[in-house]
């Protein structure tokens, strides 16, 4: 009778412990989802921003070029690849900040309508980026500290639980904030 009560413990215990695993894993995919809608935002908005600068700097096709590349090459990385989004994402992120300086050379862009609103929406959505990857890393580190820690490590590692990534950039040179002066 005994045996029996312990083991209805372990099996209920077990069951908290897969439940906690569950919403864990669902909260970090919900926090992947955030960041993924951020960075399509910011996606769509590109083609406008590189319309409207091409008016002006005509003679800038390869910097230009480079952006739409980039922003093609970030939208080709399968959703599951948190490290190869942050990396393409990165380096689109430095390309849009030469965008933003290229209007210090062309003082009728800097003063067009179109661009500042352009800029500005960038901007925000640019710092709702960065909110979505920091709930995200909560995600994922609350999520891989129930895959490492004991007993829960037991419970994950047989429902194949596995720690998730964090997304982040992995150049330094990336994470240096483009200066962008008007």
Same mark, same amino acid.
């Given at each position: 009778?005994? *045996?029996?009560?312990?083991?209805?413990?372990?099996?209920?215990?077990?069951?908290?412990?897969?439940?906690?695993?569950? /919403?864990?894993?669902?909260?970090?995919?919900?926090?992947?989802?955030?960041?993924?809608?951020?960075?399509? /935002?910011?996606?769509?908005?590109?083609?406008?921003?590189?319309?409207?600068?091409?008016?002006?700097?005509?003679?800038?096709?390869?910097?230009?070029?480079?952006?739409?590349?980039?922003?093609?090459?970030?939208?080709?990385?399968?959703?599951?690849?948190?490290?190869?989004?942050?990396?393409?994402?990165?380096?689109?992120?430095?390309?849009? *900040?030469?965008?933003?300086?290229?209007?210090?050379?062309?003082?009728?862009?800097?003063?067009?309508?179109?661009?500042?609103?352009?800029?500005?929406?960038?901007?925000?959505?640019?710092?709702?980026?960065?909110?979505?990857?920091?709930?995200?890393? *909560?995600?994922?580190?609350?999520?891989?500290?129930?895959?490492?820690?004991?007993?829960?490590?037991?419970?994950?590692?047989?429902?194949?639980?596995?720690?998730?990534?964090?997304?982040?950039?992995?150049?330094?040179?990336?994470?240096?904030?483009?200066?962008?002066?008007?």
């Amino acid at each position: 009778m005994i *045996g029996l009560a312990i083991a209805a413990v372990v099996v209920i215990y077990a069951i908290i412990i897969y439940n906690g695993l569950v /919403r864990a894993r669902q909260v970090k995919e919900e926090a992947w989802s955030g960041i993924d809608v951020q960075l399509k /935002r910011r996606a769509d908005l590109i083609p406008n921003l590189i319309e409207t600068v091409k008016g002006y700097a005509s003679h800038e096709k390869e910097t230009l070029e480079k952006v739409v590349e980039l922003r093609n090459r970030a939208q080709a990385v399968p959703s599951g690849d948190v490290a190869g989004r942050a990396q393409a994402e990165g380096l689109l992120s430095q390309a849009l *900040g030469r965008i933003f300086a290229l209007a210090e050379a062309y003082p009728d862009l800097k003063a067009n309508q179109n661009f500042a609103e352009l800029q500005q929406t960038l901007e925000t959505l640019e710092d709702e980026i960065q909110m979505s990857r920091r709930y995200y890393n *909560g995600a994922a580190r609350d999520l891989n500290v129930k895959v490492e820690s004991f007993p829960s490590n037991l419970v994950a590692s047989l429902f194949k639980f596995l720690k998730a990534p964090y997304f982040e950039i992995e150049n330094p040179a990336d994470r240096a904030v483009p200066t962008v002066k008007f």
